[in-house]
C-alpha cells in the first residue's frame, strides 16, 4: 500500500457510472493526483448508489491514508437525474394553474405535458388543479388537496408572468410544503418569460425531485459516515458543482452531468483554453468546445423539446475505443455503432499473444436483429474477441506510452491480422482503415464546432479523455494535423473534474431597455448565489453577457471554495513560455514581444500576416496570448490593444479607451470586447455591446481592488 505524504487539504470527486463508481483524490493546493479507486456501482443495494459512494470513500482513504478530517471539498456526478428521464421513470407532478381569464386558459393547456413522451409509451404523468384567487389561504389549501388526492408526489406552481410577481406561486409552495410535500415553482427554476418552456423546465425538475432528494439524503449520510465534514457539491450539467440543498431545490440541473464533468477536467487539471474536449469510452465519443477559457453552453432538449435548463453543447458520436468493425465484399464499411460491451467479448488486443495464434476471422451480429456484418476473430478453443478501434490503434502504433487504452503490440497486431487477410493488405493499411472510418464522423463533428464557435485553427487543441481517448484522439489529431494530447489520468477525467470543478449559478433575465443598474443587479444576483453556496468571494468572476435583440441579460457567476496555491505548484520556464506562445502564432521564439503584465498575467504577442500569397501584400495584425504564472494560455485576441494602468487611474482611462473603440454604425454603437487582468481573475466582459453598461460593469469589478494595484486592460474593436 502507497501513502502520500499527508496534504494540507484534499479535494475528492466521485463519478457514479452506469457500471462503476470512481473515486479520486486530488492534492487542493498542487491539484496532484494522490489516488484513485473503482467499485461497481450499487444500484440493487437497499441504499442504492450512495452504498457504492461510501464503499469508493472508505477504499479511496484506505488506499491512501488520507484523514477525513483534511477532506475540504468533496463533489460528485450521477446519471441518476439522466437516466431517470431518458427511462421516463418519474414521479407524478402536480400543476397548480394560478390566475383568473386568460392566465388560467393559458395554466390549464399544460396539461398537455401528459403527451411529452420521455420514453416509449412513458409520459409525464400530470395531474392539474386551478388556483384562481392565489391571496385566498383556503383555496390555496383546497388546490393542493385536490392534487394530493389525484396522487401527486410533487407540486408545481405555475402562474404567467411569475418572474415580476412571485407571490403567487410562493403562496402555493408554501402550502404545499407545510402539507410535508415536494414543491417548485417556475419562477425558482429561470428569470425567463416563456409560460410553456418555463413550465415545461419546472415539472422535468419535479418529475425527478422526489427520487433526487432521496438519493441526496442517504450520499450525505454515506458522507458522513466516512467521517468527512466538508459540504457535499453536486455536478451540474454546465460544468460546475452547486451545493446539496441547491440540489434539492433545482435536481434538473444535475441532468446531463456526466459530459460536464469531463470538461471541467480537462479545463482545470489540463488548463484547456481553446480547444476541444473528446471523451472516449468504449462505445461513445462527447465532444465540447472549450473557447478563450470557457465552457460553451446552452439551453438542454429533454424529451424532444427545448428548456431553460443550461448545459454543455455536447455532441456524441457513436464511436468509441470499443467500437466494432463492420465489413462487406472485402472492405470496412462502417465502425459502430455497436460495440464490444454490447456483444459481450472482450478485446482482441488485451488477450495474451499466444490466444491470438491461428485465429480465423468471423462475423456476428451483436444482438438479435443486427446486421451479420461485425467482425470478431475465434481462436482454436471456440473463443470470440471482439476487433475494436482500440485494437487497430495499437497495430498501427498510434497509442502513446503509458495510455490507459495501450496494449500489448503483437497481440494488437495479431489481432487485425485476419482483417488484413480478408482485405487483401497489409497489417498497417487495415488498420488505418478502421482508424479512417472512426475518425470520420469525429472529424466532421470537430470540423463542425471549429466553424461554428470560430475557433482558431492554429492555436487550438485537442484533449482526449475517458479510458478510450488514445484509441481516437491521437490518429485524428495526425488526420487534422491539429495540436492534440491525451490527457493525465484519462480514464479518471471524470471524478477528476468533479473534484476541481468551481461552484457555477446563471441568472437569466428578460428586461426591455436595460438600464446599468438592472445589469448590476443581476450580476450581483449571481456572484451572491455563488457565495451562498460556499465559494471564497475573493475568487469569484461573474461573466455578463447583454443581448439587446432579445432583451437578454445572463450573468454566469464562478468561483471556487477555497483560494487555491496553484499558481506556486510550477513556475513554468521562460523558454517554454515563450515556445508555446510562438507555436499558437506561428511566429519564430525571437518574434515573441513582451507587452504588458500584473503579478498573475502575463500578455506577449507578434505581428503576424495572413498565411499564403495574399498575406504579403495584407498589413500586419499583432495577435495576443495571455498567459498566467504556470505559462498556461488563459485567452487569445487578434488586433486588440493593450493598456497598463493601475486601479487608482482606471476610471479614467477605461472610460477613455472604451470611448475610442467604440464604433457606430447603421445597427447603433458597438463598444468593444474588453477583458481585465486584475489580480488572478481575468474579468470577461467581452459580452456587452453598450458603452455605458460596460462602464458601470468594470467599476464593480474593480470597486475592492487597492489603488496601487496593477490591472491591465485588452479590449479587441467589433466592427
Known sequence: MTHHPRPAGVRIGIDVGGTFTDAVAVDAQTFALLGQVKVPTSHDHADGVAHGILLALEKLQAETGIDASTVSFLAHGTTQATNALLEGDVAVVGIAGIGRGFDSFATKRLRSLSKLELAPGRGLPIRYAAVRHPEDAVAVKEAVDSLQAQGAEVIVAVEPFSVDDPLGEQAV????????????????????????????TAVLNAGIMPRMVETAELVERSVTAAGITAPLMVMRGDGGVMSLPEMRKRPLLTALS???????????????????????????????????????????????????????????????????????????????????????????????????????????????????????????????????????????????????ARSDVESARLAIQPLATALSVSIEDAAKSVLEHAVRPVRAVVDELITSYRLDRDSLALVGGGGGAAAVT??????????????????????????????????????????????????????????????????????????????????????????????????????????????????????????????????????????????????????????????????????????????????????????EHTHVGDGGSRAPAVWLLVGPKIADLSGVLDRDQLVALIGAELRTRGPEEALVAIAEDRR
Not at 484547456?272 to 438542454?300: K, M
Not at 470478431?376 to 485494437?391: H, N, P, R
Not at 504564472?629 to 487608482?648: C, F, N, P, Q, W
Request: a neutral charge; glycine letters at 10%; aromatic letters at 4%.
Open 173 to 200: 409552495t408554501a402550502e404545499a410544503r407545510a402539507q410535508g410535500l415536494l414543491a417548485t415553482a417556475t419562477h425558482e427554476i429561470t428569470g425567463l418569460y416563456g409560460l410553456s418552456k418555463r413550465a415545461r
Open 474 to 659: 491521437p490518429f485524428l489529431g495526425q488526420s487534422t494535423e491539429l495540436d492534440w494530447r491525451i490527457a493525465a489520468h484519462s480514464e479518471v477525467i471524470s471524478p477528476l473534474g468533479a473534484a476541481l470543478a468551481m461552484v457555477r449559478e446563471s441568472v437569466e433575465r428578460i428586461v426591455p431597455h436595460p438600464t446599468n443598474n438592472d445589469i448590476l443587479a443581476a450580476r450581483a444576483e449571481a456572484e451572491q448565489a455563488v457565495i451562498a453556496q460556499g465559494a471564497d468571494p475573493a475568487g469569484v468572476e461573474v461573466d455578463v453577457t447583454v443581448d439587446p435583440q432579445r432583451n437578454l441579460i445572463v450573468a454566469i457567476a464562478t468561483g471556487a471554495t477555497e483560494l487555491r496555491a496553484k499558481d506556486r505548484a510550477r513556475v513554468a520556464e521562460e523558454s517554454e513560455v515563450r515556445e508555446e506562445v510562438a507555436r499558437t502564432l506561428g511566429v519564430a521564439t525571437g518574434e515573441v514581444r513582451d507587452i504588458a503584465g500584473t503579478a498573475h498575467h502575463r500578455v506577449l504577442g507578434a505581428s503576424t500576416r495572413r498565411p499564403g500569397f495574399l498575406g504579403r501584400f495584407s498589413p500586419p495584425v499583432r495577435q495576443l496570448r495571455v498567459v498566467d504564472g504556470e505559462g498556461v494560455i488563459r485567452l487569445h485576441s487578434k488586433g486588440a490593444h493593450v493598456e497598463a494602468m493601475t486601479v487608482g487611474d482606471a476610471s479614467g482611462k477605461l472610460a477613455a479607451l472604451v470611448d
Open 258 to 404: 456526466g459530459p460536464a464533468a469531463g470538461v471541467a477536467g480537462a479545463l482545470m487539471s489540463e488548463k484547456l483554453s481553446e480547444g476541444i474536449f473528446l471523451e472516449t469510452g468504449g462505445t461513445s465519443t462527447d465532444i465540447s468546445v472549450v473557447r478563450r477559457g470557457r465552457v460553451q453552453v446552452r439551453h438542454a432538449k429533454l424529451g424532444g423539446r427545448e428548456t431553460y435548463m443550461p448545459a454543455l453543447d455536447v455532441r456524441t458520436v457513436g464511436v468509441g475505443g470499443g467500437s466494432l468493425i463492420r465489413m462487406s465484399k472485402g472492405a470496412v464499411t462502417e465502425v459502430g455503432p455497436r460495440s464490444a460491451h454490447i456483444a459481450g467479448l472482450s478485446y482482441a488486443c488485451f488477450a495474451p499473444a499466444s490466444a491470438l495464434v491461428n485465429v480465423s476471422l468471423v462475423t456476428i451480429a451483436p444482438r438479435e436483429g443486427d446486421p451479420a456484418d461485425y467482425v470478431a476473430i475465434e481462436a482454436t478453443d471456440g473463443t470470440k474477441y471482439a476487433v475494436t478501434v482500440t485494437c487497430a490503434a495499437n497495430a498501427l502504433g498510434v497509442v502513446p506510452d503509458g495510455s490507459y
